[in-house]
């Protein structure tokens, strides 16, 4: 499993937990604890963003590291490269 339906699942389940409070709040007219409750949620939600970015920010670090790697070990040497070599298409405007 991924790391990104890992994370999906535990806020599901956080999610559903803050859901119930709120509910139980709501049922029994209880404002604070209906508000504590929300915000208790939304900040459950942010907390969850904030980690699943910088996991995938983490997984694009990686992958774009193994490819620049994988490009420049392929590429050999590049003083000894000519210009024709690099795949550059030059296009004259009038």
Not at 18 to 29: C, G, L
């Amino acid at each position: 499993m991924s790391v990104f339906l890992e994370i999906a699942d535990y806020y599901a389940v956080a999610d559903a937990a803050f859901a119930a409070a709120e509910q139980r709040a709501f049922q029994d007219n209880d404002d604070v604890a209906f508000d504590q409750a929300g915000l208790a949620r939304q900040h459950n939600d942010q907390a969850y963003f904030l980690y699943l970015f910088s996991r995938f920010e983490a997984t694009v670090n990686a992958s774009s590291e193994a490819l620049l790697a994988t490009r420049l070990a392929a590429t050999g040497m590049w003083s000894e490269r000519r210009i024709w070599q690099h795949g550059l298409a030059f296009r004259f405007v009038r």
